[in-house]
T-cell receptor, first 114, second 114 residues
Framework: DAGVIQSPRHEVTEMGQEVTLRCKPI?????LFWYRQTMMRGLELLIYFNNNVPIDDSGMPEDRFSAKMPNASFSTLKIQPSEPRDSAVYFC????????????FGEGSWLTVV | AQSVAQPEDQVNVAEGNPLTVKCTYSVSGNPYLFWYVQYPNRGLQFLLK??????LVKGSYGFEAEFNKSQTSFHLKKPSALVSDSALYFC????????????FGTGTRLQVFP
């Protein structure tokens, strides 16, 4: 059974470039989360969707960040323009309302902005 | 305010000895509590959860956790530690204001020495 799939796993980009991170949730899951993990700030929830609709984006740091979920099996997190302080691990996670509150994480996208 | 506290940044234990990773919570009502583990360069993996019922919950890899309502604690335990248990452990509680979300602790790094 495939878990949450994220791509790319690693990305190194130059400051000012656009970065797009991709996520495929577990099939049948109806909630999708984007988290960011850094040494300084730990694990932060950026945004989450329920049934493809953004529900809470209060964790999105600023307008440079945007997220979309065009269908139940795909989501993107975009940073434009990227800055060195965006360097972090970005996790996508998903859950099913039928399975209670257990959230399942992907392996992460490791972003370095130089 | 709702919160989860992991009072120890790091726990060191010798292989074969019992281990405990501490977690306390602050939330009104009946808490839904979770433990996740993060191995180096990996995503968070679900270990176990407490929803209701028996206060002792058993999970993956031989881990268990004990829910103690009077002490508002949910400590993670294992009778005999393995070097391969070395990882970052996160405690989490369901957000009662938005039950889709989990509130994560800051994590405890477990180091098991041979």
């Amino acid at each position: 059974d495939a878990g949450v799939i994220q791509s790319p796993r690693h990305e190194v980009t130059e400051m000012g470039q656009e970065v797009t991170l991709r996520c495929k949730p577990i099939s049948g899951h109806n909630s999708l989360f984007w988290y960011r993990q850094t040494m300084m700030r730990g694990l932060e929830l950026l945004i989450y969707f329920n049934n493809n609709v953004p529900i809470d984006d209060s964790g999105m740091p600023e307008d440079r960040f945007s997220a979309k979920m065009p269908n139940a099996s795909f989501s993107t997190l975009k940073i434009q323009p990227s800055e060195p302080r965006d360097s972090a691990v970005y996790f996508c996670a998903s859950k099913s309302d039928r399975e209670g509150n257990t959230i399942y994480f992907g392996e992460g996208s490791w972003l370095t902005v130089v | 305010a709702q919160s989860v506290a992991q009072p120890e940044d790091q726990v060191n234990v010798a292989e074969g000895n019992p281990l405990t990773v501490k977690c306390t919570y602050s939330v009104s009502g009946n808490p839904y509590l979770f433990w996740y583990v993060q191995y180096p360069n990996r995503g968070l993996q679900f270990l176990l959860k407490y929803i209701t019922g028996d206060n002792l919950v058993k999970g993956s890899y031989g881990f268990e956790a004990e829910f103690n309502k009077s002490q508002t604690s949910f400590h993670l335990k294992k009778p005999s530690a393995l070097v391969s248990d070395s990882a970052l452990y996160f405690c989490a509680v369901r957000d009662i204001r938005n039950t889709d979300k989990l509130i994560f602790g800051t994590g405890t790094r477990l180091q098991v020495f041979p």
